[in-house]
Each structure stands twice: as structure tokens, then as C-alpha cells.
């Protein structure tokens, strides 16, 4: 049985600490959004595992959220249905009841990923879709040399792509997934040539990374980032990025159709 906090949280992260305001700077991106309509092709009824605060809801026609957390059920806008408290590893659905299934940003949350991608498997007769990080690759991103404990984290968190498609079964694909230099999912690669906007506190709490370091960590980041922004010193080494279109970083989704 998973523990579960105060408000429902499962896995690693209390969201009833950290996810007030979450949904203001974690909005569904358009462009992420039709990678992942793509992957999920014609399924019409899709459930939608650890959904948060339902982005990315609009890429079936059917969606059935489930989601642990109060507080993040409760910043689920209006339009979206009711979002079922439930955990990964123990989803309250039949063998086969969704045409598909997806996860986003969720998966290294989980108590146990292997469990929670079999439970998404069974009840599944057709794509699931896992938005994540491959962590083979997060610390090759700017942010690791101003807060490498953020980014050791998330490399440590996220589970290795390997393992996800070993637990799913049947045919994988996995593909990176270009984030655009105006994403509107503020991640921390989403800021890859907008670096101003991780000073602001409010930005770094939506990215549950943040929250396994202590204010120490957050106070050095603050302080070195804005004094290579002054000087110029960001700019000499990063600041190409500020011009690039999409930056292909470690976000991948991952595809596994049954055998």
C-alpha cells in the first residue's frame, strides 16, 4: 500500500506543500500537446495517470484523470471532468478499459514505477504514452553548473527509459521531444534560453526538483545566476540559446503498443 500525505500526495513529493500556484506556470503547451496526440493516434478514451492539473487533457476526446493529490485536483479547471483519487499502482479500472493511456511529467513520482506502468498496461488495450526525462541526459543542461543538486536530483529520480519499456512490454519507441524557445510548460529546460525566469521563486517551486534542495542551494543558484545575467557572463557562454527555436534536451516521450 502506498503512503500516502496529508492531502493525498503518493510517491516522492507533498504537493500540498509545494503545489499552490502550480498550474499558473505549468500550462500545456500546444506544440508538446500534439507530440503527444500523435503518440496516442485514434484513441478516444484515454486515462491520464498522476494528471496534476489536467494539462494536456485536450489531446482525446475522452480522458479519465486520476490524481492523489488535493490540492492539485483542486486547481483542475472548470471544464475538466472530476479527477479519481487513486495512486499508479493501484488503478480502480477493469482489464482493457481504455483505448489508451498516458503519463506526463509524472512517472518519477511514483513509489513504484515498474508497478504503476503495469497497472497502466493492464488496463490499456492500446498506446501508452509517458511523457518524461530521459536521465542520461538532464545534467547536460546550463542549469547543472549553477545548481548541480537540482539537476542530480531529477537524473536520480527519473527512471531509465530501458526499464520503463522492459515493465510496459509489447513494441516501444522513444523519441526527444523539442521544446520551444516560448514554452508554456515551465519546466526547467522550457527556460533553456529564457535563464531571468528561473529567479523567480514561484517558477522554480512548479519543478518538484526544487523542492529536494535546501534555501543554502536555492540562495547560491540566485545569486551566481544573476550575477553572470549583470555581467554578462551567462551571455558569453549560453547566450546562443536565446536565438535557438526548440532545444532538444532530455524530455523524450516513450510509446509502447502491446505485442
Keep these: 500500500m502506498n503512503e500516502r500525505r496529508a492531502d ?5 513529493v507533498d504537493y ?19 507530440r503527444i496526440a500523435d503518440a ?4 478516444r478514451t484515454v486515462i491520464n495517470v498522476g494528471a496534476g492539473s489536467g494539462s494536456y487533457e485536450g489531446v482525446a476526446p475522452a480522458v479519465t484523470a486520476v490524481e492523489p493529490s488535493r490540492a492539485m485536483r483542486a486547481q483542475r479547471p472548470a471544464g475538466l471532468s472530476r479527477a479519481v483519487d487513486a495512486v499508479a499502482e493501484d488503478l480502480p479500472f477493469a482489464d482493457g478499459e481504455f483505448d489508451g493511456a498516458m503519463t506526463l511529467f509524472s512517472v518519477h513520482q511514483w513509489t513504484d514505477v515498474r508497478a504503476g506502468l503495469r497497472e497502466m498496461r493492464r488496463v490499456t488495450r492500446g498506446p501508452v504514452v509517458i511523457l518524461t526525462c530521459d536521465p542520461k541526459l538532464v545534467r547536460d543542461f546550463w542549469l547543472y553548473s549553477y545548481a ?3 539537476l542530480d536530483t531529477e537524473a536520480r529520480r527519473y527512471p531509465p527509459i530501458e526499464d520503463m519499456a522492459a515493465a510496459l512490454g509489447g513494441t516501444g519507441i522513444v523519441e526527444s521531444v523539442p521544446i ?7 519546466f526547467n529546460e ?5 535563464p531571468e525566469m528561473l529567479l523567480d521563486p514561484a517558477a522554480r517551486q512548479a519543478c518538484s ?9 536555492r540562495r547560491r543558484f540566485t545569486e551566481s545566476l544573476r550575477r553572470d545575467l549583470d555581467s554578462g557572463a551567462w551571455d558569453e557562454r549560453h547566450g546562443h540559446l536565446r536565438r535557438l527555436p526548440a532545444y532538444e534536451g532530455s524530455l523524450v516521450l516513450v510509446r509502447a503498443t502491446p505485442a
Excluded at 8 to 12: K, L, P, R
Excluded at 180 to 186: E, F, S
Excluded at 190 to 194: E, F, L, M, S, V
Design 40 to 43: 496516442l493516434g485514434d484513441a
Design 16 to 34: 500540498g506543500r509545494i503545489g499552490r500556484g502550480y498550474s499558473g506556470h505549468r500550462r500545456p503547451d500546444p506544440r508538446i500537446a500534439r
Design 180 to 186: 520551444p524557445l516560448d514554452c508554456t510548460d515551465g
Design 209 to 217: 526538483a526544487w523542492s529536494f534542495v535546501d534555501d543554502g542551494v
Design 148 to 150: 548541480p543538486e537540482v
Design 190 to 194: 522550457a527556460y533553456y534560453g529564457r
Design 8 to 12: 493525498g500526495s503518493a510517491g516522492d
